[in-house]
T-cell receptor
Framework: DSGVTQTPKHLITATGQRVTLRCSPRSGDLSVYWYQQSLDQGLQFLIQYYNGEERAKGNILERFSAQQFPDLHSELNLSSLELGDSALYFC?????????????FGQGTRLTVV | QKEVEQDPGPLSVPEGAIVSLNCTYSNSAFQYFMWYRQYSRKGPELLMYTYSSGNKEDGRFTAQVDKSSKYISLFIRDSQPSDSATYLCAMSARRGSTLGRLYFGRGTQLTVWP
């Protein structure tokens, strides 16, 4: 168990809908990273938050947004969902802002858009 | 051309075999190299972390980096059925921030049969 908790584990929703994925980092970790893993694209970095502030942005679509709350948990919001958004979404956390090479991953949320 | 190329396999070996997993990359700025193990329905777990060129050994696992050839390898000695998983390579030009984003290979699926 990495200590990073993601909910829900599975999510099935229809095209055009909006969903929220939640991540609780390991105790003491200030950085949260979001990744998308699909069969055709592999693991892609979406966005990083550090202590409530956006730190780095990767291949995140405009329909997606994230935030990190004062208690350090993070949410990834996906809207106007398309079939191609079906993927595993992982959250990872690390102590510092520059520790992306030493982050711990959660078990992921499997999103299926039908 | 993708930043990181990794043969997806699948690779199937008998217990006790030496396994060799490889990735190639195109960005000569990459300095940090990682191997992750991902069991089915789980998040990636950091196995090995290497900075710059050279070898690093940890138990049955050895990571090698050849920056001149832009080629990294992970060797697993005395492979066990519990090693059956998908192995992802990842690399980064620097730690942290936008410039330190991780680039992942697609992963190689390994099965070790008893």
């Amino acid at each position: 168990d990495s200590g990073v908790t993601q909910t829900p584990k599975h999510l099935i929703t229809a095209t055009g809908q909006r969903v929220t994925l939640r991540c609780s980092p390991r105790s003491g970790d200030l950085s949260v990273y979001w990744y998308q893993q699909s069969l055709d694209q592999g693991l892609q970095f979406l966005i990083q938050y550090y202590n409530g502030e956006e730190r780095a942005k990767g291949n995140i679509l405009e329909r997606f947004s994230a935030q990190q709350f004062p208690d350090l948990h993070s949410e990834l919001n996906l809207s106007s969902l398309e079939l191609g958004d079906s993927a595993l979404y992982f959250c990872a956390s690390s102590v510092g802002a520059r520790d992306n090479t030493e982050a711990f991953f959660g078990q992921g949320t499997r999103l299926t858009v039908v | 051309q993708k930043e990181v190329e990794q043969d997806p396999g699948p690779l199937s070996v008998p217990e006790g075999a030496i396994v060799s997993l490889n990735c190639t990359y195109s960005n000569s700025a990459f300095q940090y190299f990682m191997w992750y193990r991902q069991y089915s329905r789980k998040g990636p777990e950091l196995l090995m972390y290497t900075y710059s060129s050279g070898n690093k050994e940890d138990g049955r696992f050895t990571a090698q980096v050849d920056k001149s050839s832009k080629y990294i390898s992970l060797f697993i000695r005395d492979s066990q059925p519990s090693d059956s998983a998908t192995y992802l390579c990842a690399m980064s030009a620097r730690r942290g921030s936008t410039l330190g984003r991780l680039y992942f290979g697609r992963g190689t699926q390994l099965t070790v049969w008893p």
